[in-house]
């Protein structure tokens, strides 16, 4: 499985910006699909997860109502809106994939990486 995510850019504070994540290869066996970010200097963590029934998961304290993860079972794509941005919502946000069945939470639950895309918000 190969991800790629795109959509990441330098953008002010209070703008919004949308991720993309696109999947191929053996896609038939993913099912929770994940941002994750790492900010510099800091542990990577999880953002939100999504599977393939649209069940959710956020991780609250980072997204603050601000996030919505999305996802389209068709295209194999999974797509994470963010509004009212903050500079402390700079770092490499991560796609990653699992044949796990439920809204996985943690790093070790994912078998598939994307190589990021950087989202840095400017005060």
């Known amino acids: 499985v190969r991800l790629v995510e795109s959509g990441g850019g330098l953008v002010q504070t209070g703008d919004s910006l949308r991720l993309y994540c696109a999947a191929s290869?053996?896609?038939?066996?993913?099912?929770?699909m994940a941002w994750f970010r790492q900010a510099p200097g800091k542990e990577r963590e999880f953002v939100a997860c999504?599977?393939?029934?649209?069940?959710?998961?956020y991780a609250k304290s980072v997204t603050q109502g601000r996030f919505t993860i999305s996802r389209d079972n068709v295209k194999n794509t999974v797509n994470l809106q963010m509004i009212n941005l903050k500079p402390e919502d700079t770092a490499i946000y991560y796609c990653?994939?699992?044949?796990?069945?439920?809204?996985?939470?943690?790093?070790?639950?994912?078998?598939?990486w994307g190589q990021g895309t950087q989202v840095t918000v400017s005060s």
């Open positions: 290869g053996s896609t038939s066996s993913i099912d929770s």
């Open positions: 990653a994939a699992s044949f796990r069945g439920y809204p996985a939470v943690f790093e070790g639950e994912y078998e598939h």
């Open positions: 999504i599977i393939r029934s649209h069940s959710t998961n």
